[in-house]
């Protein structure tokens, strides 16, 4: 199972009806999805106490309209990082704590019927899932006695390639592939992507901000510093930013290794010169992407700051409502 902190984090995102729409358009069979209206997605409260009194809190459950009826269809999801063999059992008797609860609170159909559920596995393990996804396979058959019939959904992200993903304009992939991504540069073309496809949905780019930004902490385990942020341009503008730090502390390292084989005072020079003007460039195209144009004296003043000078603005960067801000004096 994953750490509660991943649960929480994932519960997050399926909180967002963006991302059960997209959960279900590409990685669940269209039959099952095909009368279904995503306007009518709606959050139900999602909290059960088994028999002997543990609360189970984890899953995120929806409901929705689906052909011409209104109907329930409930999505329970359950987040799971390693094989469990007996995940059929478990999904099974959460289904059935869904059930008690909505006879509880008298929602069933006409005719005191229960709605339809349909059981989401999202996997996200390293190795191939191999348990069985049906209750019947679990259990010794005897030609005499009935055996229960369940299957739940399996979604195995490591099934899916790279290139897969990529091709799909799809949240929920997006998310695959940040988990798997291990470059800075990768990471910041996946953020741009997801920004511009849900550009004005202020609320679902700050979910999306939070999440990519406790995933990078994660991963990282305390090597990297990224600001708190509330929307997707701030997080990529910091991430390229730390990028861009990360590039002059290599050359720094690669000059006093040069220094030591001797290397002359004048290629240290125009080495820390190059340095300068790619930060300065990188700062200046940052500027222009949350401000607008630059006019020609900013660009002048980048091309001819120091690098004290391109430390000072590039921290005033995220948090600044204005040019003039930036480049204040004080």
């Given amino acids: 199972m994953m750490a509660k902190h991943d649960d929480v984090s994932y519960k997050l995102l399926y909180s967002c009806p963006e991302f059960v729409r997209d959960l279900l358009k590409d990685f669940v069979p269209k039959q099952w999805w095909r009368k279904v209206d995503f306007k009518t997605l709606e959050r139900m409260p999602c909290s059960y106490v088994t028999d002997d009194f543990r609360e189970r809190a984890d899953d995120v459950v929806w409901r929705v309209r689906t052909g011409q009826d209104w109907m329930y269809l409930y999505i ?37 019927l229960l709605p339809p559920v349909l059981p989401i596995v999202l996997y996200n393990g390293e190795t191939k899932w191999r348990a069985p996804v049906d209750v019947e396979r679990l259990i010794v058959h005897d030609a005499d006695l009935p055996v229960p019939r369940f299957r739940y959904h399996l979604i195995d992200e490591s099934q899916y390639t790279e290139a897969q993903l990529s091709r799909r304009r799809n949240l929920v992939a997006a998310v695959m592939r ?8 990768s990471l910041v073309r996946v953020i741009r992507e997801v920004r ?35 929307d997707l341009e701030e997080l990529e503008m910091s991430l390229a930013q730390r990028m861009d730090e990360w590039a002059a502390q290599h050359e720094q390292r690669g000059m006093q290794k040069g220094e030591k084989k001797g290397e002359k005072k004048g290629e240290k020079r125009g080495l820390a010169k190059g340095r300068q003007e790619g930060a ?50 004080r």
């Avoid at 550009?199 to 090597?223: F, H, I, P």
């Fill in 76 to 112: 329970l999801i359950e987040f799971q990082s390693t094989v469990d063999t007996f995940m059929a059992v478990r999904v099974l008797s959460y289904l059935m704590l869904l059930y008690q609860d909505l006879i509880r609170r008298k929602e069933c159909l006409p005719g005191r």
């Fill in 280 to 329: 300065a460039r990188v700062l200046q195209q940052l500027l222009a992407r949350r401000f607008g144009p630059l006019p020609a004296d900013i660009v002048a003043k980048l091309n001819a700051a120091q690098a004290a000078d391109i430390r000072r603005w590039s921290g005033r960067l995220l948090t600044a409502g204005s040019l003039d801000a930036v480049f204040k004096t």
């Fill in 178 to 185: 940040f988990n798997r991504l291990k470059s800075e540069r």
């Fill in 196 to 230: 511009r496809w849900i550009d004005g949905r202020k609320e679902l780019r700050r979910t999306l901000a939070m999440w990519m930004r406790s995933v990078l902490l994660r991963q990282r385990k305390g090597k990297l510093a990224l600001p708190r942020v509330c």
